[in-house]
C-alpha cells in the first residue's frame, strides 16, 4: 500500500512579515537633526481566508497606518506584506491594479468618500469602470439590496442620506468587485450607537455569506467582541497581544489589554481608574518594554529588555515578561 499523501500546507490569505514604518516629522530647532516617529515597529500578523482579525489599541498606536500597509497603500521601511503568496511590493503596475479588485477598504468617514455630483448608481458603477468590468443597473440594485438599501436609491445622491446609510453605500461600494479580503478603518465609530449595531450585524453577515476574510480596526471593544473572531492589541506601534476575541477579552494576558477591557463600562461595575501616565511620546519611546513606564506590575526587567511576542498556550500570543496568568 503506498504511504498517504501529505497535503500542501495552505498558504496564509495575508501575511505581514516583520513591517516597521516611520515618518519624519521635521529637525530640532537646536541640533537640526531630523525627527521621525516610528509607527509600525516589527509587527508580524496573518490571516486566513474567511477569517476576521480586530486591531485594537488607543489613538496613535499604529493601528491605522497599519491597515494601509496591509492594504499596500504606503510601502513598509522594512518587511514585507504577501497576499494569496505575493510580496506586495515586487507587484508591477498591472498586477497591482488588479490586486486591488480583490483587496478593498471601507473609510470611517463616509461623508467625505463620495462625490456629491455623481449619483448612487454612478458611484458605485465606478469601481467597475476602474477595472474594466461590464456591469448593469440590475447588478448594482442587487449590490444596494445586499447591504440593506433601496433598489430606488439608484438615482439618488449620498447626500440625502442618513450616516448609517451612507456607511451601508461605503460597504456595497468596497463589495462591488468581489473582493477576498476588506479591511475597516473605524466603521461605526462615527454613528449613533443603535445604528452602530445595524453596520456590525451587516458586516457579520456579509462576512459569513461571502466567505470574506476582514481586518477591522477599532478602539471599542465593544464593537471588537461582536465583530472579530481574532484580536490583534498594539501599543505605540508594536503588537502586545493577540488571540481568539472571547478568550483574550475574558482573560487578558498582557497588563495594557487588561486596563482596556476593566475601562469598558459595564452594568453594575464600578468605574476602574484609568491607566496612569501619559502615553510615551512615540518619537522617543522608552527602552525595553514600551509600556513599563505605566504598568502597574513593571519590574526593573521590563525597562532593560524588550519583550517579544511569544506563544503562550493556544493560540494566543503576548510580549510580556511577566504576563497575568
Given at each position: 500500500?503506498?504511504?498517504?499523501v501529505?497535503?500542501?500546507?495552505?498558504?496564509?490569505?495575508?501575511?505581514?512579515?516583520?513591517?516597521?514604518?516611520?515618518?519624519?516629522?521635521?529637525?530640532?530647532?537646536?541640533?537640526?537633526?531630523?525627527?521621525?516617529?516610528?509607527?509600525v515597529d516589527?509587527?508580524?500578523?496573518?490571516?486566513?481566508?474567511?477569517?476576521?482579525?480586530?486591531?485594537?489599541?488607543?489613538?496613535?498606536?499604529?493601528?491605522?497606518?497599519?491597515?494601509r500597509l496591509?492594504?499596500?497603500?504606503?510601502?513598509?521601511d522594512?518587511g514585507?506584506?504577501?497576499?494569496?503568496g505575493?510580496?506586495?511590493?515586487?507587484?508591477?503596475?498591472?498586477?497591482?491594479?488588479?490586486l486591488?479588485?480583490?483587496?478593498?477598504?471601507?473609510?470611517?468617514?463616509?461623508?467625505?468618500?463620495?462625490?456629491?455630483?455623481?449619483?448612487?448608481?454612478?458611484t458605485?458603477?465606478?469601481?467597475?469602470?476602474?477595472?474594466?468590468?461590464?456591469?448593469?443597473?440590475?447588478?448594482?440594485?442587487?449590490?444596494?439590496?445586499?447591504?440593506?438599501?433601496?433598489?430606488?436609491?439608484?438615482?439618488?445622491?449620498?447626500v440625502?442620506?442618513?450616516g448609517?446609510?451612507?456607511?451601508?453605500?461605503?460597504?456595497?461600494?468596497?463589495?462591488?468587485?468581489?473582493?477576498?479580503?476588506v479591511?475597516?478603518?473605524?466603521?461605526?465609530?462615527?454613528?449613533?450607537?443603535?445604528?452602530?449595531?445595524?453596520?456590525?450585524?451587516?458586516?457579520?453577515r456579509?462576512?459569513?455569506?461571502l466567505g470574506?476574510?476582514?481586518?477591522?480596526?477599532?478602539?471599542?471593544l465593544?464593537?471588537?467582541?461582536?465583530?472579530?473572531?481574532?484580536?490583534?492589541?498594539?501599543?505605540?506601534?508594536?503588537?502586545?497581544?493577540?488571540?481568539?476575541?472571547?478568550a483574550?477579552?475574558?482573560?487578558?494576558?498582557?497588563p495594557?489589554?487588561?486596563?482596556?477591557?476593566?475601562?469598558v463600562?459595564?452594568?453594575?461595575?464600578a468605574?476602574?481608574?484609568?491607566?496612569e501616565?501619559?502615553?510615551?511620546?512615540?518619537?522617543?519611546?522608552?527602552?525595553?518594554?514600551r509600556f513599563?513606564?505605566?504598568?502597574?506590575?513593571?519590574?526593573?526587567?521590563?525597562?532593560?529588555?524588550?519583550?517579544?511576542?511569544?506563544?503562550?498556550?493556544?493560540?494566543?500570543?503576548?510580549?510580556c515578561?511577566?504576563?497575568?496568568?
Amino acid at each position: 500500500m503506498p504511504p498517504p499523501v501529505t497535503p500542501p500546507p495552505t498558504i496564509p490569505l495575508l501575511q505581514a512579515h516583520s513591517l516597521s514604518k516611520s515618518f519624519a516629522l521635521g529637525r530640532r530647532r537646536v541640533w537640526g537633526e531630523k525627527r521621525f516617529l516610528t509607527a509600525v515597529d516589527d509587527v508580524s500578523l496573518s490571516l486566513g481566508a474567511g477569517d476576521s482579525l480586530a486591531l485594537v489599541g488607543e489613538s496613535g498606536c499604529g493601528k491605522s497606518t497599519l491597515g494601509r500597509l496591509l492594504m499596500g497603500f504606503d510601502a513598509p521601511d522594512r518587511g514585507r506584506v504577501m497576499f494569496e503568496g505575493q510580496d506586495l511590493a515586487r507587484l508591477r503596475a498591472g498586477e497591482k491594479r488588479r490586486l486591488r479588485a480583490r483587496v478593498q477598504m471601507v473609510f470611517q468617514d463616509s461623508g467625505s468618500s463620495f462625490n456629491p455630483r455623481r449619483s448612487i448608481g454612478a458611484t458605485l458603477a465606478e469601481p467597475y469602470r476602474i477595472h474594466g468590468r461590464a456591469w448593469s443597473r440590475a447588478a448594482i440594485e442587487a449590490l444596494l439590496e445586499q447591504v440593506g438599501l433601496s433598489a430606488s436609491l439608484y438615482e439618488r445622491h449620498p447626500v440625502a442620506l442618513s450616516g448609517g446609510q451612507r456607511q451601508r453605500l461605503n460597504i456595497a461600494r468596497a463589495l462591488a468587485l468581489s473582493p477576498r479580503l476588506v479591511v475597516a478603518d473605524e466603521p461605526v465609530s462615527a454613528l449613533d450607537v443603535s445604528v452602530q449595531a445595524q453596520i456590525v450585524n451587516l458586516l457579520r453577515r456579509l462576512q459569513s455569506e461571502l466567505g470574506l476574510a476582514s481586518v477591522f480596526i477599532s478602539h471599542d471593544l465593544a464593537v471588537v467582541r461582536q465583530i472579530a473572531d481574532r484580536m490583534a492589541v498594539m501599543y505605540l506601534g508594536s503588537l502586545v497581544e493577540e488571540g481568539e476575541t472571547l478568550a483574550t477579552l475574558a482573560r487578558p494576558l498582557h497588563p495594557y489589554t487588561r486596563a482596556l477591557v476593566e475601562a469598558v463600562p459595564r452594568p453594575g461595575r464600578a468605574l476602574v481608574a484609568p491607566l496612569e501616565g501619559d502615553v510615551p511620546d512615540a518619537v522617543s519611546p522608552p527602552g525595553g518594554c514600551r509600556f513599563h513606564t505605566r504598568c502597574p506590575v513593571a519590574r526593573p526587567l521590563c525597562a532593560q529588555e524588550r519583550p517579544k511576542l511569544e506563544t503562550m498556550g493556544q493560540e494566543r500570543k503576548v510580549a510580556c515578561h511577566f504576563p497575568l496568568v
